[in-house]
């Protein structure tokens, strides 16, 4: 199985990467040819960051995208700069103002939700999934010892119903246009899957702990997740281009997202449009859209804590614990709803996202006090290479 996760970017786009990603899903990939392939990324060359979106995004090995955004905020100032199309077909050139689905960074907005309402004690993340979801956890194996804190750290041991659902949706237009109730989307993983480990004893990532985890909230709250990221997190920053997608976009509502089809057959390969994917199969693990400028505003509200009335919600989200990058995407340490990512020049954290049409990151660089968000509307982008083909002097410069 290729790694397609909402919150994985992933696939291909040249043998050394579907070898290699098909190697990982067998458990067979080294954390050794990990590094590799991030040395292959940092050997991208670029002085500058309109060079660095340029190389990148056109380079067939690290992602190969039809069009990208790139906004870099920096002591220096602001970069913001669109490069190639939002449409394939109408060769409409991507603009700096294009909403594009972000994928798992929706995951950061359910737990900064989470550690709002822990605030106010509407909840505790130690309560155990039981207390707001009773008949749920007497169905998921070994629910009755799940916490919410584990459905955000992935120390569920809960299988991934991410990658399955995504792959065949890319078979099947029917099924990618499916809607799915969160309660349809834990039949389907409860049906198909069975735990990894039991609660506590690993760390694995798994889209499902996410769904289960929008499902205790908006029980705790007695909101709509809908109602709850609009009320805490969208109005109060100002996010006037991003919302949570709740079905098959409407026409111009964002930018066409692609996946890469391969086949024998010239006229069968190529770019397919998967931008009638169905969002409620990401809901709270992925179906937020946004555009840079938004998530830029997000990611610096996040990094400086301003979602927060207490600085310690920050410090639990940013708990880092160290964790396999085989099974989390290259992010080489997880905490709440957000992870280190693979930058040599200084400790950076974010996350990265993927749906079937798009892929995504946003990156934060205390030290620097740089913030990064790269979006593409490409499923087959491997976004979380970006950190390593970033160069200590491009970010000085």
Same mark, same amino acid.
């Given at each position: 199985?290729?790694?397609?996760?909402?919150?994985?970017?992933?696939?291909?786009?040249?043998?050394?990467?579907?070898?290699?990603?098909?190697?990982?899903?067998?458990?067979?990939?080294?954390?050794?040819?990990?590094?590799?392939?991030?040395?292959?990324?940092?050997?991208?060359?670029?002085?500058?960051?309109?060079?660095?979106?340029?190389?990148?995004?056109?380079?067939?090995?690290?992602?190969?995208? +039809?069009?990208?955004?790139?906004?870099?905020?920096? +002591?220096?100032?602001?970069?913001?700069?669109?490069?190639?199309?939002?449409?394939?077909?109408?060769?409409?050139?991507?603009?700096?103002?294009?909403?594009?689905?972000?994928?798992?960074?929706?995951?950061?907005?359910?737990?900064?939700?989470?550690?709002?309402?822990?605030?106010?004690?509407?909840?505790?993340?130690?309560?155990?999934?039981?207390?707001?979801?009773?008949?749920?956890?007497?169905?998921? #194996?070994?629910?009755?010892?799940?916490?919410?804190?584990?459905?955000?750290?992935?120390?569920?041991?809960?299988?991934?119903?991410?990658?399955?659902?995504?792959?065949?949706?890319?078979?099947?237009?029917?099924?990618?246009?499916?809607?799915?109730?969160?309660?349809?989307?834990?039949?389907?993983?409860?049906?198909?899957?069975?735990?990894?480990?039991?609660?506590?004893?690993?760390?694995?990532?798994?889209?499902?702990?996410?769904?289960?985890?929008?499902?205790?909230?908006?029980?705790?709250?007695?909101?709509?997740?809908?109602?709850?990221?609009?009320?805490?997190?969208?109005?109060?920053?100002?996010?006037?281009?991003?919302?949570?997608?709740?079905?098959?976009?409407?026409?111009?509502?964002?930018?066409?997202?692609?996946? @890469?089809?391969?086949?024998?057959?010239?006229?069968?390969?190529?770019?397919?449009?998967?931008?009638?994917?169905?969002?409620?199969?990401?809901?709270?693990?992925?179906?937020?859209?946004?555009?840079?400028?938004?998530?830029?505003?997000?990611?610096?509200?996040?990094?400086?804590?301003?979602?927060?009335?207490?600085?310690?919600?920050?410090?639990?989200?940013?708990?880092?614990?160290?964790?396999? +990058?085989?099974?989390?995407?290259?992010?080489?340490?997880?905490?709440?709803?957000?992870?280190?990512?693979?930058?040599?020049?200084?400790?950076?954290?974010?996350?990265?996202?993927?749906?079937?049409?798009?892929?995504?990151?946003?990156? @934060?660089? #205390?030290?620097?006090?740089?913030?990064?968000?790269?979006?593409?509307?490409?499923?087959?982008?491997?976004?979380?290479?970006? #950190?390593?083909?970033?160069?200590?002097?491009?970010?000085?410069?």
């Amino acid at each position: 199985m290729i790694k397609s996760h909402f919150g994985k970017s992933g696939l291909m786009l040249s043998a050394i990467m579907l070898v290699t990603f098909f190697l990982a899903a067998c458990g067979a990939l080294e954390k050794a040819e990990v590094a590799g392939m991030e040395a292959a990324a940092g050997a991208i060359e670029a002085d500058t960051w309109d060079e660095l979106l340029l190389n990148f995004t056109n380079n067939a090995f690290a992602c190969g995208a +039809p069009g990208a955004v790139l906004l870099v905020d920096s +002591p220096q100032g602001r970069f913001l700069e669109a490069t190639g199309v939002s449409s394939g077909e109408e060769e409409t050139p991507m603009q700096v103002t294009d909403v594009l689905e972000i994928g798992s960074i929706t995951k950061s907005f359910t737990v900064a939700v989470a550690l709002q309402l822990q605030e106010e004690g509407v909840l505790s993340l130690d309560d155990p999934l039981s207390q707001w979801l009773p008949e749920m956890a007497a169905q998921v #194996p070994n629910g009755e010892q799940l916490t919410l804190r584990q459905l955000a750290n992935h120390t569920t041991g809960i299988w991934d119903y991410g990658d399955p659902i995504l792959e065949a949706g890319k078979r099947d237009t029917s099924l990618r246009q499916k809607s799915f109730t969160p309660e349809e989307i834990m039949a389907y993983a409860l049906e198909n899957g069975e735990p990894e480990f039991d609660p506590g004893e690993d760390q694995a990532y798994s889209n499902t702990n996410y769904i289960l985890l929008g499902m205790a909230l908006e029980a705790a709250a007695g909101q709509s997740m809908a109602e709850l990221y609009q009320t805490r997190i969208f109005t109060p920053l100002g996010l006037n281009n991003t919302f949570l997608l709740e079905g098959v976009p409407q026409e111009g509502q964002i930018v066409d997202g692609y996946f @890469t089809a391969e086949s024998e057959n010239e006229e069968e390969a190529g770019w397919v449009n998967a931008t009638d994917w169905n969002a409620t199969q990401g809901w709270t693990a992925g179906a937020i859209a946004s555009n840079a400028e938004d998530m830029a505003i997000y990611t610096e509200a996040l990094a400086s804590g301003e979602l927060f009335s207490d600085p310690d919600s920050l410090a639990q989200m940013t708990a880092f614990q160290e964790v396999d +990058p085989i099974k989390f995407g290259f992010m080489t340490g997880y905490g709440l709803g957000v992870g280190v990512l693979p930058l040599e020049a200084a400790e950076a954290w974010g996350h990265t996202g993927g749906t079937t049409g798009f892929t995504t990151l946003i990156m @934060t660089i #205390p030290e620097k006090d740089t913030n990064i968000v790269y979006l593409t509307n490409s499923a087959d982008c491997n976004v979380a290479l970006l #950190p390593s083909a970033i160069q200590e002097p491009l970010l000085d410069s």
